[in-house]
């Protein structure tokens, strides 16, 4: 069974950081982009930050560069199978239901924006409170 487990949101306040896993199981992530998106109540899911599981090639939104760092333990000795953000410098307008997705094919150059590409694969949220 192809599963993600997304975990580590929480309550935070301004200026602190947090940081989110997700563990992927059944399938390697080295052919597919892992990606974290975020929802507001009552919005659409925008995307956050991708990875390449092939290259280690990222991608940010405008909204999180310079504070948010995707990285994956796939890349290490450990040779994990899990991605995480890293989320520094948060805002309350960080607060968000956070998700990660995976989707085949691992080149990110293959989409002009690769968050706004279809993704197959779903984690279950994460709640990232950040108070003001």
């Known amino acids: 069974d192809v599963q993600l487990q997304a975990s580590g949101g929480g309550l935070v306040q301004a200026g602190g950081s947090l940081r989110l896993s997700c563990a992927a199981s059944?399938?390697?992530?080295?052919?597919?982009?892992i990606a974290w998106f975020r929802q507001y109540p009552g919005k659409e899911r925008e995307g956050v930050s991708c990875?390449?599981?092939?290259?280690?090639?990222?991608?940010?939104?405008?909204s999180v560069k310079g504070r948010f760092t995707i990285s994956s333990d796939m890349f290490s000795s450990d040779n994990g199978n899990t991605v995480y953000l890293q989320m520094n410098s948060l805002e309350p307008e960080d607060t968000a239901v956070h998700y990660c997705?995976?989707?085949?094919?691992?080149?990110?150059?293959?989409?002009?924006?690769?968050?706004?590409?279809?993704?197959?694969?779903w984690g279950q949220g994460t709640l990232v409170t950040v108070s003001s």
């Open positions: 990875m390449s599981g092939g290259n280690g090639d990222t991608r940010y939104a405008a």
């Open positions: 059944g399938f390697s992530l080295d052919d597919y982009t």
């Open positions: 997705a995976a989707a085949l094919g691992s080149w990110l150059g293959a989409y002009s924006d690769p968050l706004d590409r279809p993704y197959r694969y």
